[in-house]
């Protein structure tokens, strides 16, 4: 059975002796309701890496970094991060994932490879290699 790092985390360390722990923790409640658009992706020693899901909001969250660092640093009761970088990662979909199978289907738009595709694709030898290009190629023009 599946179980969230976080929940696996606290049989293995104590989460009040441990502050990325207890940062792991606390992350709902610092940032709130853009909870679904940010999260943490790494925590070193001064510095925290947040992954963002727009390139917008790394905007807004990069010019309130400071203040952001402040309200970490208090939940903490020390002032362990120094620094936050931010990275644009993939934002969840959480509503594909309770529909069932068939709505997913159906939610997928068709595509095509161009000509351009088609050529280049008849160039290669192996056929295994080509439909596995194929296939990629279809999943990019998908997204």
């Known amino acids: 059975m599946a179980m969230h790092l976080k929940d696996l985390l606290p049989t293995l360390i104590n989460p009040n002796n441990n502050w990325k722990t207890r940062l792991l923790y606390e992350w709902p409640t610092i940032i709130g309701s853009l909870h679904s658009k940010v999260r943490i992706e790494q925590i070193n020693d001064t510095h925290l890496i947040l992954g963002v899901s727009h390139p917008c909001w790394m905007q807004e969250l990069y010019l309130l970094s400071p203040l952001l660092i402040k309200t970490i640093n208090e939940k903490l009761d020390q002032p362990y991060i120094k620094q936050i970088r931010f990275r644009q990662v993939r934002a969840k979909n959480y509503t594909l994932k309770t529909m ?44």
């Open 100 to 143: 069932n199978t068939q709505t997913q289907s159906n939610l997928k738009k068709e595509v095509f490879l161009t000509k351009d595709d088609e050529k280049s694709l008849a160039k290669i030898a192996d056929p295994a290699l080509r439909e596995a290009l194929k296939a990629f190629r279809m999943r990019c023009y998908q997204e």
